[in-house]
């Protein structure tokens, strides 16, 4: 009977359904209890990981008769892909399961900070009534700027159309005369990074972390970006400078910021510490892609891919 171990939260209808009859060990306390997670690998033929397991070097090693990897997402710098590889581990992430999800982040974080009005809610409770302070932006009109157009930028695309957004996307990946660029919804230019990052009113990352994109946006970036713009992080952390956008933040040179990934992650107090009291900037704990819904499908698709490779195997 295979061994199958997840480290992290998951849906437990989806395993049930998706795992039984395996000999199935789900403790999502394991990722912060890293002896007890390499005891728990021993013999086990699946690991089941979110972000935070890093399946690399010990822990690797601590399971020879490791499989198969499933990963309930889409960001994969936290395995170790080559060593997967050479090892002959299959490596499953759960494409498409929560594309929704972050594109609605991202579209609701932006309407949020354009508007600026939703935070007032113990002025108004004091009796204070700042009316002529929060008048906001609305999303019609602006241009969203989409830095990577895969899937979840597509379909964060799709909706911003809905609300009267212009689009423009950079990704060097995409063939000029992809038809992604031509969506029913209408055209999304494709522009150079800087004319991309000089242009947008909201600008959103979807990228991978790569050392390509390990600081892309950086000050001088953020510098070039009109001013009063929105910049939203939902893809990895690493691609933005922190500090950078607190100090622009602090000056008035960015409209508002909302982080979802940081470089380090969990971000703890001393981490923080840096955005204290910084302006029109909503920060969140990896959460963009993980909803009631999305943590539903992406323990589906995750549980089934785990299960097709261990019993065609």
């Known amino acids: 009977m295979p061994k199958v171990v997840i480290s992290e939260f998951m849906d437990e209808a989806a395993i049930a359904e998706g795992l039984s009859g395996f000999d199935t060990l789900y403790d ?18 699946a690991l089941i990981v979110r972000n935070r397991t890093q399946v690399r070097g010990g822990l690797l090693a601590a399971a020879p008769d490791l499989k198969v990897v499933g990963r309930l997402g889409v960001g994969l710098d936290n395995i170790d892909m080559a060593a997967c590889e050479a090892r002959g581990i299959a490596v499953y992430p759960a494409t498409g399961a929560n594309d929704g999800a972050v594109a ?14 939703y935070g007032a809610t113990a002025q108004v409770a004091a009796g204070t009534w700042p009316r002529n302070a929060l008048m906001g932006r ?16 597509r379909e964060t695309a799709r909706r911003a159309a809905a609300l009267g957004m212009s689009l423009s996307a950079h990704d060097p990946f995409l ?3 992809d038809p992604a660029w031509s969506p029913a919804y209408g055209p999304v230019a494709n522009r150079s990074l800087d004319d991309l990052i000089a ?10 972390l790569t050392e390509g994109t390990r600081g892309l946006i950086g000050a001088e970036a953020i510098a ?21 956008v607190a100090a622009a933040l602090r000056a008035g040179r960015l409209g508002g910021a909302a ?24 920060l969140t704990p990896h959460i963009a892609g993980v909803t009631v819904e999305s943590n539903v499908r992406v323990s589906a698709v ?6 097709r490779h261990l019993t065609e195997a």
Not at 224 to 244: F, H, K, T, Y
Not at 259 to 269: G, H, I, K, Q
Not at 302 to 307: D, Y
């Open 28 to 45: 999502p306390g394991l990722v912060d209890r890293p002896e007890d997670l390499v005891a728990a690998l021993k013999g086990a033929d």
């Open 104 to 117: 609605e982040y991202v579209i609701g974080t932006a309407m949020l900070l354009l508007r600026g009005a």
């Open 138 to 153: 609305e999303i019609a009109g602006k241009r969203l700027g989409l830095v990577g157009f895969g899937a979840i930028a």
């Open 175 to 177: 063939a000029p005369g």
């Open 199 to 208: 242009q947008s009113d909201v600008l959103s990352l979807h990228v991978p």
């Open 224 to 244: 070039r970006m009109p001013e009063g713009a929105i910049l939203i992080n939902a893809a990895r952390g690493g691609v933005v400078d922190e500090a950078a």
């Open 259 to 282: 982080l979802d990934v940081f470089a380090r992650e969990p971000l703890d107090a001393a981490g923080g510490a840096p955005f204290a009291d910084v302006p029109n900037l909503i």
């Open 302 to 307: 995750t549980a089934h891919a785990v299960r």
